[in-house]
């Protein structure tokens, strides 16, 4: 079954907003073994958002997921467009008009801006709002549109609801997840694993649809295929995972949870101390849910007075060669286990962009350190991009060299 | 002028990966005056890239940007879609071959994986890779289409290449910059605004477009409309900022960087304790460009202990009314300050789930302080969402704590 995903509001179309929709919706797709074919963005434009819906029903889709513009403002024109696109005209619903006037606490008749959230095409199933927009699933030709609100978790909240509902539920169940293997790497090239692939392939990849991409130092493939070919799908996993033994760190899991499984799995616990990256070492780490089990805390240094006093860095050191240098890293790692008493320690220091930049130390400069009882690794990285960019490398890289370590400690 | 935005990759139709290569091509392609109508994500599906290919010609644009799907890897499929697209045939490009040899280092013959990099549609100009994969432009009826890589970083870096190229800069000088105003609202639903836009414009709002989206308890308003607009525009956006003067934060400038110019501007410090959070709070400010002129660094006390033994949080307090609580937001946010001599702190403690919820502290309860020497303020949240909504709207909301503090303090 195929799926298509349209996410509606200026917000998007001009960069004011990240979309975080459209991944969330095709997660959820894929897991219930729904290939999304196609994804849409579109400006408050009720023409657009027409023309939009019919590129997506042209590829006969069973399902077409649409977010956003259903809102009380006068820009928000989902509605109307897919009764446009259906050929409908939008009908006062009762039963939205219920939830409406539930969701603003209203007892007479709702203002008209509101009274509008509850005009939908005829013979749509009306979906509970979680904020005060409802949404609705509506038929279209064999397969369905489902419209949700844009507001991330308005949306989240309404996902499950839509799902049940009979009209998609019934769809749903015609669904066979695909067979699929995943492997995430690090440390190697994304061309070398497609090299590889090719090798092992060679001319028995028929019906193996394989898909290979690098994100901030890290490599990502998914072979997927028909459910009858489950066993040479887990075959050419299988191989990959031998031949690049060293770099394979999950089968598709995040690096964060990786790291977190084994850290619980020990009962270990860790600590860190970041300078340029801020903080966002420690929020990667407590992304996981239930990082309590092992992380303690940790402490940012972002001036060379809190690197002294809290992390014990010393003056010479900082005199001598830089707070972007090896031994810092290493202080900073080993500050943050001795304050905390934590097994493990992260260290992280390095010049972040754009300003504050040299010859010596350019842009892009980290020095990273994993400490533990049985000693402390450190590592020079220079990183490519703009000031985001080396952060999430640092980050990244930050969490491979503890799960190395991890593995590696007696 | 209009643009379309492809990005083709079944990392993101399945969501493995978010797509952050739209949202910057749109916000730099806004910046040139040109509205983006339209984009899309494709599977690594030849076809499929062929169809969001004609689909976007179809609107009339004066650019076609496609990302990703230059890579060496068999389901990098970009070149041969866009030629089949425009009904052309893809040739070796001298140019296009000198640049991946130089870039991969090789002298000879390149091997078949990059020498596919090489391929072009005749006719192209060839973009510099950043890394080893080419960018083309290539004539598309009256505009252009422009593939460049999918890796963030690369695709950044060559992006300048790409809109200095004679054939898109001659386009884009003819695109005129719209008359355009924004506004960021905090703590006043979207709802309310819209309605007094509503009354405000009247009927005299011809020719003015507002689009209205709230996010993580944001609101951010636009209004763009013809150049010759622009008096309308500033007056429109002059009326909302008296009538919701309590509440607009920003001309569009995300709260941190609102935050890191009153700070730097007033020559005043800022130090954080976090433990929900675990760095978030930290991370958001550092994203700043030259935090490190007010921010001096924070601790993260995840656990109990940390809180006790670095941000000195009474254990009397933890054992009375637990850390989730009103007086432990505020012994985070004066440790903070204490343990770093800073001006103001901040301090965030709550229950981000999606474990750890009682009846009496349920998952989104989050209490902030923010400190400085005219005082305390506390608040106490109650977030909706999971896990990631409930940390962000944490960060959100105390960034727009200390900004009301830094106003209203003496």
Known sequence: MKAAIITAGSELTDGRVLDTNTAFLARRLDSLGVKVVLTLSVPDDRELIVAAINFALGEKPGLVVITGGLGPTEDDLTAPAVAAALDLKLELSGQAEEYVRAAVGASGELPPHQAKQAMMPPGSSVIRPAGTAPGFIVNAGGG?????????WELRAMWEDAVSDPRVSRLLSAARPPARGRLSFYGVAEAEIGAAVGKIMGRNGAGLDVSICSRRGEVMLEVTADSKDEGRVQELVKTLKQNFSDFVF????????????????MGATLAVGESCTGGMLGEAITRVPGASAFFLGGVTAYSNDVKRNLLKVRQ??????????EPVAQQLALGARSLTGSDYGAGITGVAG?????????????FICVSSDAGDVVRRFDFPGGRGQVRQSAVTAALHMLHWKIIADP
């Open 354 to 366: 754009p300003g504050g930049g040299t010859a010596e130390k350019p842009v892009g400069l980290v």
């Open 250 to 265: 999950s089968e598709g899991e995040e690096i964060e949870n990786v790291v977190a499984a084994r850290l619980t799995g």
């Open 144 to 152: 369905r549109v489902v419209a949700l609100p844009g507001v991330p």
């Open 316 to 325: 010479e050191t900082l005199d001598n060669v830089g707070a972007v240098s």
